[in-house]
T-cell receptor
Framework: GENVEQHPSTLSVQEGDSAVIKCTYS??????FPWYKQELGKGPQLIID?????GEKKDQRIAVTLNKTAKHFSLHITETQPEDSAVYFC?????????????FGPGTRLSVLP | NAGVTQTPKFRILKIGQSMTLQCAQDMNHNYMYWYRQDPGMGLKLIYY???????DKGEVPNGYNVSRSTTEDFPLRLELAAPSQTSVYFCASSHSTGFGDEQYFGPGTRLTVT
């Protein structure tokens, strides 16, 4: 089955610097890759996603890149701010009996230092 | 809209006890999911439902049961609780499983089995 690895497990950056989180997946049939942000004490929230027919997608300070050949995708956050501090999860789609489900990576705890 | 609500927020169970985790959504979503999140791990899918009366197993279904009698509610039942079920449980819902169809998560239930 699908396996999603995520690195690094923790990441500290200075405010204003960039942060990059990388994920790899194993199933070449995966075709949709969302990223979720989880703030302390809350459930995860979708921040950006990408389909397999797209190489890059941007939304303000956040971007995601996908390399289908190498089976890896990355989250890029520029001009980091203290409110970006959270745990970030990548996920890869898998086919279930009734549509798509997801396999999640183990998460990256991002700390933005003021 | 309240979104996805979960009760209780916290619960301590003794080994062998049973309990039901409640989940409700008011977005008229067809799809609902139960995940568990262990420390340092990503979300693992326990069960999901595609509509009233239709449920399917996820990656880690053993020790759990679900039912879906209404569109709004998707309770998760733990029978004979074991220490291995100590975790944070998240319920989520989505309109469908198409691309970009965001899963909305509840705030979670922290369960400890001792």
């Amino acid at each position: 089955g699908e396996n999603v690895e995520q690195h690094p497990s923790t990441l500290s950056v200075q405010e204003g610097d960039s942060a990059v989180i990388k994920c790899t997946y194993s199933d070449s049939a995966s075709n949709y890759f969302p990223w979720y942000k989880q703030e302390l004490g809350k459930g995860p929230q979708l921040i950006i996603d990408i389909r397999s027919n797209v190489g890059e997608k941007k939304d303000q300070r956040i971007a995601v890149t996908l390399n289908k050949t190498a089976k890896h995708f990355s989250l890029h956050i520029t001009e980091t701010q203290p409110e970006d501090s959270a745990v970030y999860f990548c996920a890869a789609s898998i086919s279930g009996n009734y549509g798509q489900n997801f396999v999640f990576g183990p998460g990256t705890r991002l700390s933005v230092l003021p | 809209n309240a979104g996805v609500t979960q009760t209780p927020k916290f619960r301590i169970l003794k080994i062998g006890q049973s309990m039901t985790l409640q989940c409700a959504q008011d977005m008229n979503h067809n799809y609902m999911y139960w995940y568990r999140q262990d420390p340092g791990m990503g979300l693992k899918l326990i069960y999901y439902s595609v509509g009233a009366g239709i449920t399917d197993k996820g990656e880690v279904p053993n020790g759990y049961n679900v039912s879906r009698s209404t569109t709004e509610d998707f309770p998760l039942r733990l029978e004979l609780a074991a220490p291995s079920q100590t975790s944070v449980y998240f319920c989520a819902s989505s309109h469908s499983t198409g691309f970009g169809d965001e899963q909305y998560f509840g705030p979670g239930t922290r369960l400890t089995v001792t």
